[in-house]
């Protein structure tokens, strides 16, 4: 397996992805709007500070990290807004190998952290947790539906 980085050029592959790992079990999104779904894709890999990766067995995209550089007081940190392993690569250490070829890159460019968001109660949550992330009691996550 291997990784690049991923654009603006791969966001039909990206989407297909996305698709693939977020509409099923355990998450069930709804993206009925397939326009919507493109713009999300493209706003992730376009953003001035996009930075996202793709894991490949041979040439097939099997794993996404969509996230970003943000520039902190501590240092500067990659966002990971979306990351996932297609369902059939599950469980086999695909989505391990990512995160450390990531971290791996993130170093080489100066970058101190990785943050991201996830639901407590999903199975991703004790993933990232097994792979060192840490929650942060501290902190709390708001919306406001509008």
């Not at 940190?77 to 070829?101: C, K, N, V």
Request: hydrophobic share 40%.
């Amino acid at each position: 397996m291997h990784i690049r980085e991923l654009g603006t050029d791969d966001v039909a592959e990206i989407r297909s992805v996305f698709l693939g790992i977020f509409t099923g079990e355990p998450w069930n999104d709804c993206w009925e709007d397939p326009a919507q779904c493109h713009q999300y894709i493209v706003e992730l890999t376009e953003n001035r500070n996009s930075l996202s990766y793709g894991l490949y067995e041979g040439n097939r995209l099997i794993g996404i990290s969509l996230g970003r550089v943000k520039h902190w007081y501590a240092g500067t940190e990659y966002w990971i807004d979306e990351f996932g392993i297609l369902p059939q690569h599950q469980g086999r250490g695909a989505g391990t190998e990512l995160l450390s070829m990531i971290a791996q890159r993130l170093k080489s460019r100066g970058i101190v952290g990785m943050v991201l968001l996830t639901e407590r109660e999903m199975p991703a949550c004790r993933f990232y947790i097994q792979n060192g992330f840490e929650t942060r009691e501290e902190q709390v996550f708001l919306v406001k539906m509008l």
